[in-house]
Protein backbone atom coordinates (compact mmCIF):
# COMPACT_ATOMS: atom_id res chain seq x y z
CA UNK A 1 0.00 0.00 0.00
CA UNK A 2 0.96 3.75 -0.97
CA UNK A 3 1.68 5.83 1.99
CA UNK A 4 -0.74 8.36 1.66
CA UNK A 5 0.56 12.26 1.74
CA UNK A 6 -0.44 14.15 4.49
CA UNK A 7 -2.33 17.63 3.33
CA UNK A 8 -0.68 20.28 5.58
CA UNK A 9 -2.46 23.38 7.12
CA UNK A 10 0.20 26.38 6.60
CA UNK A 11 0.13 29.67 8.80
CA UNK A 12 2.51 32.56 8.59
CA UNK A 13 4.13 31.02 12.06
CA UNK A 14 4.60 27.57 10.02
CA UNK A 15 5.36 28.89 6.37
CA UNK A 16 8.92 28.94 6.54
CA UNK A 17 9.96 25.52 7.67
CA UNK A 18 7.34 23.85 5.89
CA UNK A 19 6.90 25.14 3.14
CA UNK A 20 10.01 26.99 2.33
CA UNK A 21 12.74 24.93 3.28
CA UNK A 22 10.65 21.63 2.10
CA UNK A 23 13.13 18.83 0.31
CA UNK A 24 9.90 17.98 -1.96
CA UNK A 25 8.21 20.63 -4.28
CA UNK A 26 5.16 22.20 -3.08
CA UNK A 27 1.92 23.03 -4.27
CA UNK A 28 0.63 25.58 -2.15
CA UNK A 29 -3.32 25.99 -2.27
CA UNK A 30 -4.75 29.41 -1.48
CA UNK A 31 -8.38 28.73 -0.06
CA UNK A 32 -11.26 30.41 1.17
CA UNK A 33 -14.53 28.72 2.89
CA UNK A 34 -16.70 31.23 1.16
CA UNK A 35 -15.40 30.08 -2.14
CA UNK A 36 -17.36 27.10 -4.09
CA UNK A 37 -14.37 26.30 -6.52
CA UNK A 38 -11.92 26.04 -3.56
CA UNK A 39 -14.15 23.56 -2.04
CA UNK A 40 -13.79 21.39 -4.96
CA UNK A 41 -10.38 21.60 -5.29
CA UNK A 42 -10.03 20.75 -1.86
CA UNK A 43 -11.39 17.27 -2.53
CA UNK A 44 -9.54 17.25 -5.87
CA UNK A 45 -6.15 17.48 -3.68
CA UNK A 46 -7.91 14.63 -1.14
CA UNK A 47 -8.28 12.87 -4.25
CA UNK A 48 -4.81 13.25 -5.81
CA UNK A 49 -2.31 13.37 -2.63
CA UNK A 50 -2.13 9.45 -2.11
CA UNK A 51 -0.66 9.09 -5.70
CA UNK A 52 2.14 11.91 -5.29
CA UNK A 53 3.08 11.14 -1.79
CA UNK A 54 6.65 10.81 -2.53
CA UNK A 55 7.06 13.16 -5.13
CA UNK A 56 5.66 16.97 -3.23
CA UNK A 57 4.24 18.22 -0.85
CA UNK A 58 0.76 19.64 -0.66
CA UNK A 59 0.09 22.44 1.41
CA UNK A 60 -3.31 24.50 2.17
CA UNK A 61 -3.76 28.27 3.19
CA UNK A 62 -6.65 29.62 4.54
CA UNK A 63 -7.04 32.87 3.54
CA UNK A 64 -10.36 33.78 5.45
CA UNK A 65 -7.73 33.04 8.50
CA UNK A 66 -4.41 34.10 7.69
CA UNK A 67 -4.06 36.86 5.08
CA UNK A 68 -0.22 37.04 5.80
CA UNK A 69 0.83 34.08 3.99
CA UNK A 70 -1.17 35.37 0.94
CA UNK A 71 0.34 38.77 1.08
CA UNK A 72 3.74 37.19 1.28
CA UNK A 73 3.09 35.47 -1.82
CA UNK A 74 1.03 38.39 -3.88
CA UNK A 75 -1.75 36.42 -3.63
CA UNK A 76 -5.36 38.37 -4.62
CA UNK A 77 -7.72 36.06 -5.75
CA UNK A 78 -9.30 32.59 -4.43
CA UNK A 79 -8.45 29.78 -5.82
CA UNK A 80 -4.64 30.24 -6.42
CA UNK A 81 -2.06 27.16 -6.43
CA UNK A 82 1.67 28.09 -6.41
CA UNK A 83 4.26 25.89 -7.54
CA UNK A 84 7.16 26.42 -5.23
CA UNK A 85 10.59 24.18 -5.91
CA UNK A 86 13.82 25.16 -3.25
CA UNK A 87 11.31 27.78 -2.03
CA UNK A 88 10.89 29.24 -5.33
CA UNK A 89 7.26 30.05 -6.97
CA UNK A 90 7.73 28.71 -10.47
CA UNK A 91 4.25 28.26 -11.48
CA UNK A 92 1.22 30.00 -10.60
CA UNK A 93 -2.29 28.55 -10.81
CA UNK A 94 -5.23 30.57 -11.01
CA UNK A 95 -7.05 29.87 -14.12
CA UNK A 96 -10.03 27.24 -14.47
CA UNK A 97 -8.94 23.41 -14.49
CA UNK A 98 -10.44 20.28 -13.60
CA UNK A 99 -9.10 17.37 -11.50
CA UNK A 100 -7.63 16.04 -14.71
CA UNK A 101 -6.39 18.83 -15.82
CA UNK A 102 -4.42 18.81 -12.59
CA UNK A 103 -2.59 16.01 -12.67
CA UNK A 104 -1.61 16.35 -16.00
CA UNK A 105 -0.21 19.79 -14.45
CA UNK A 106 1.36 18.56 -12.02
CA UNK A 107 3.29 15.58 -14.28
CA UNK A 108 4.28 18.16 -15.98
CA UNK A 109 6.09 20.10 -13.36
CA UNK A 110 7.21 17.09 -11.64
CA UNK A 111 9.33 15.97 -14.94
CA UNK A 112 10.71 19.20 -15.02
CA UNK A 113 12.06 19.28 -11.70
CA UNK A 114 13.78 15.95 -12.80
CA UNK A 115 15.16 17.50 -16.00
Known amino acids: MM ?12 VETAVLRSNLPVL ?8 PPCQMISR ?3 N ?7 QLL ?8 DRTVADMFDVRSMPTLLWLVN ?7 VEEFNEAGLRKLLDSLLAKKES
Open 3 to 14: PTAPIIDVTKET
Open 28 to 35: LDFWADWC
Open 44 to 46: WLD
Open 48 to 54: IAPDYAS
Open 58 to 65: IAKVDVTH
Open 87 to 93: GKVTYRL
